[in-house]
Nanobody, 122 residues
């Protein structure tokens, strides 16, 4: 059974940092593209960062230079380091995993975690 469990969310002030974790199980970790997504109240879910299974990493323009995605393949965990947080980063953050296919990876998840709340407020 595929499982994705996010943790590390919380309440921080603008300019502070947080590190989110996504613990993955039930699938061959290195074969999947794994991404971070977020959904703010009243808005659609949007992609934040993706580690494609071909080694490429991609960030949304809104977080480029502030957020970094990394993985610990021995522990099957993907991290999202978020620095210089802004109020507009407030959202529920999800990780998602896309199964490999014969097509180029798109980071469109087949599986989702339950999400973790990040609130940036003074």
């Amino acid at each position: 059974e595929v499982q994705l469990v996010e943790s590390g969310g919380g309440l921080v002030q603008p300019g502070e940092s947080l590190r989110l974790s996504c613990a993955a199980s039930g699938f061959p970790f290195g074969d999947y593209s794994i991404g971070w997504y977020r959904q703010a109240p009243g808005k659609e879910r949007e992609g934040v960062a993706c580690m494609f299974n071909n080694g490429r990493i991609q960030y949304s323009e809104s977080v480029k230079g502030r957020f970094t995605v990394a993985s610990d393949n021995a522990k099957n965990i993907v991290y999202l380091q978020m620095n210089n947080l802004k109020s507009e980063d407030t959202a529920v953050y999800y990780c998602g995993a896309e199964a490999p296919s014969r097509f180029d990876p798109q980071c469109l998840p087949d599986y989702w975690g339950q999400g973790t709340q990040v609130t940036v407020s003074s």
